[in-house]
C-alpha cells in the first residue's frame, strides 16, 4: 500500500505542516533505475521479544518467495541476501520517539486511551466513500460481510456510521486481546519501554530517518488510526496496516517497503474472522507474506498502482485479510505492467517529506 503519512494530509490541511507547507511544493520519489533488471535490497527485520519469533532461514523464505513473484509479474531479478541484520524494537523506537517533526503526533488518534475523534474519521471516511468510482450500493455489498454491526439504511450516513463503529471496536479490541504473556497486545508491559510500536506514522517516520535497508521485516502489529484520509478497506480491518512503501533517503531505490508478519502467523479470533476462519501452516502464512512483500515492492520498484477491478493482479490489495482466497486468485498473465492505467509504472506516487 501506499498510504503516505504526511502527503495524504497535504491537500487537506498543510498549514499545520511546516515541512510541506505548500502542496504545490509536493515532492515524490523517483522511479528507480534498475541496471540490468537485477536488485541486491538490504533486509533488515525488527524484532518485537514478545510476539511470534521467526528464523532468519524464514526470513529468507519470505524474501525468496518476494523474489519469485517479482520475476514473473514484472521480470527483475530480486538477489536474495546472504545476512539478514536483526534490530530490537525498542532500540530502533528510541531513537524515533522524541524526533517527530511539529505535527506528527496530532495526526495521531489515541485509541489507546478511548481518545479518539471519531467524527473526524467518520469525514475522512466519507470523503473516501465518495471518491470511489463504484456505487454506494456496491461499496455496502464489498463491506458487509467485514462489517461489525448492520447498515441502517443504504445512504452514505448509516454506511459511514457502521464503518466506523467496526473500526473502532477492531482496534480497541488490540487494548484487551492478549498475547501468551499475558499482557495485552497493544498496550503497556510491566518491565517494558512504552513505544508506540502499533502507530502506522512511526514506521512511516523510521523510513524517513533513514534506516539502512530496501527492506524492512517485522513481527509486530502495526494497528491504528490517524487523522488522514485511510481508505475503506483499512477502516474495517480496524487500522491494521499490512505493510507500505515509504520515502527513505538511506535506500538505494528511493523508498523502503516494510510488512509486518503478524497477521500470518496469528490465530488471534479477530485476525481470523478477517480471513473468513482460516489458519494457516507456518509454510503457508511465510508464502502469504511474501506476496504481501512483492505487492509493495510492485510500489518501491514501479510505482505502480491498486486494479481494483483485476482479482489476477497481485498489485489489487487483498480482502480483510483473507490471504489464501488473494493469493488463489492471482495470474500474471492477465495482469502485465502496462495492462491498465493503475499496472503503469509511476501511477503511484511516494511523498517526500
Ligand atoms: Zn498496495
Known sequence: MVRPFFACVLAVCAAILP??????????VSIPVITDNRIAP??????????????????????????????????????????????NIDDVFSKL???????????????????VDWETVRKNLIEQIEKQTDPLA????????????????????SFSKAVVETFDNRLSYWTSAKLHDGNPIIGTVPGRPDYPLNEYGYWTLMARQGIEAEI????????????????????LRGGITGGSTEYNP??????????????????DPEIRALRSGDTYTRKDALSYASAMLA????????????PWSTPACLMRPAEALDFAAWTAKFDPAKCPVGS??????????????
Open 42 to 87: 538490504r533486509v533488515v527485520y525488527i524484532e518485537n521479544p514478545r510476539f511470534p519469533k521467526f528464523t532468519t532461514g524464514e526470513l529468507k523464505t519470505v524474501v525468496a518467495g518476494a523474489a519469485h513473484l517479482i520475476k514473473e509479474n514484472f521480470g527483475i531479478d530480486v538477489v536474495i541476501p546472504n545476512k539478514i541484520s536483526a534490530r
Open 250 to 267: 538511506s535506500s538505494a531505490l528511493g523508498a523502503s517497503v516494510w510488512v509486518t508478519l503478524f497477521p500470518y502467523v496469528s490465530d
Open 340 to 353: 491498465s492505467p493503475a499496472m503503469t509504472p509511476g501511477t503511484d506516487e511516494v511523498p517526500i517529506w
Open 138 to 157: 456496491d461499496q455496502i455489498a464489498f463491506a458487509r460481510p467485514y462489517l461489525t454491526r448492520p447498515v441502517e439504511k443504504e445512504d452514505i450516513d
Open 295 to 306: 505487492h509493495e515492492m510492485g510500489h518501491q520498484l514501479l510505482h505502480l498502482g491498486h
Open 19 to 28: 515541512v510541506c507547507s505548500d502542496a504545490a511544493d509536493a515532492k515524490f
Open 97 to 115: 520517539v522524541g524526533s517527530e517533526p511539529d505535527g506528527f503526533k496530532g495526526l495521531i488518534g489515541d485509541f489507546r486511551h478511548g481518545k
Open 216 to 235: 524492512v521485516l517485522t513481527n509486530q502489529l502495526v494497528a491504528s488510526v490517524e487523522y488522514i484520509p485511510v481508505p475503506i478497506h483499512t477502516s
